[in-house]
């Protein structure tokens, strides 16, 4: 599947973006999405992910109770809201999809994930 991210920007502290990502081909429903970001000098690292229908969802402990992860299997689309924004936010963002993954499951690992999309930047300014 194809993935392309959108919705970065410049926000300040505090304030909140909404990352969209759109996949085509099929089968998007039986795909496990993830959210992942690269800052510079750093690693990627995982951000969240969703089941295949949703019923499942995991976050990192740095956006815990922050960030919202969400699906539209009808429309082949994954979320990302990101609300309470700090500069340790910054990052390239990107969403993967897992295309082995099972239903219900979700990964953290990068290398489980053989979908990319071409990443956006978020930048939270002090």
């Known amino acids: 599947v194809q993935l392309q991210a959108s919705g970065g920007g410049l926000v300040q502290a505090g304030g909140s973006l909404r990352l969209s990502c759109s996949a085509s081909?099929?089968?998007?429903?039986?795909?496990?999405m993830g959210w992942f970001r690269q800052a510079p000098g750093k690693e990627r690292e995982f951000v969240g992910g969703?089941?295949?229908?949703?019923?499942?969802?995991d976050y990192s402990d740095s956006v815990k109770g922050r960030f919202i992860i969400s699906r539209d299997n009808a429309n082949n689309m994954v979320f990302l809201q990101m609300n309470r924004l700090k500069p340790e936010d910054t990052a390239v963002y990107y969403c993967?999809?897992?295309?082995?993954?099972?239903?219900?499951?979700?990964?953290?690992?990068?290398?489980?994930?053989?979908?990319w999309g071409q990443g956006t930047q978020v930048t939270v300014s002090s």
């Open positions: 993967a999809g897992d295309e082995n993954s099972v239903s219900g499951a979700v990964s953290t690992n990068a290398y489980a994930y053989e979908d």
């Open positions: 081909g099929r089968s998007f429903s039986r795909i496990q």
């Open positions: 969703i089941s295949w229908a949703g019923t499942r969802r």
